[in-house]
């Protein structure tokens, strides 16, 4: 049951729950649309598929499994977390954004730059992920854009300091959050998955997708064909 004198985030318009940069779309993507993206997130995974990340240093498996895709995907293993062009497990390039999720960052990010990668997380019904901050992308200026799919979560966010008060909010199939400006830096996590929430997944469980910029525009590597066409403006 809801707790009628705290409204969730997600009884709130994203105008209303915009306090710093943080916005909520209950139920941006229909039915179909979400399992238009399951299909394409499918697709991601056959090519490029769930593996399990580990902490650094100690190398403990995290309860939460992952792949990517876009030309920079994130990694997590014993010498740290980055950013790399590659599966670390099949060594191959990640495969590409499919284009309802580009779709869904020129609509929702209000970034004049591309999404650079996007992080898919599975969520099995008992997996969980800790309050943390997000600070491996060297341009905090572009907002993280996320969308779930499958069971519902409660989902944890704080402010900028650990220690900070934090509020729960339940994530449902086809939300999306966008988180910039003052909330990009917020601590947040997965308190849990709420199994059974969400008939989507056949196996139960929970996606989660998010589309982030690594590098800042101005250093962003040129592809090659607008490498060459920029030596050609620079003669
Ligand atoms: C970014 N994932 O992968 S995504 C993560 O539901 C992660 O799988 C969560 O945190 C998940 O790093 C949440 C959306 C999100 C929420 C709050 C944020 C991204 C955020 C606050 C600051 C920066
Ligand atoms: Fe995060």
Redesign the pocket.
Known sequence: MKNANQPEFSDLSPAEANGGGLRVYPGYLDRERQHGLLMAVRQVLAAAPLYIPRMPKSGRPLT?RMSNCGPLGWVSDERGYRYQTTHPETGQPWPPIPDVLIATWNELARYAHPPQAC?I?F?APAAK?GL???RDEADFAAP?V?L?LGDS?L?R?GGSRRGDASRSLR?HSGDA?V?GGD????F???DRILPGTSRLLAEGGRF?L?LRRATPPDIEPLRPRAAAAHRQEQR
Request: net charge neutral; glycine share 4%.
């Open positions: 939460v992080l997380n969520y992920m943390h901050q997000d993280v996320s779930s979560c989902f966010i994530l959050v988180l909330s990009r830096l917020a947040h996590g997965v989660n998010t």
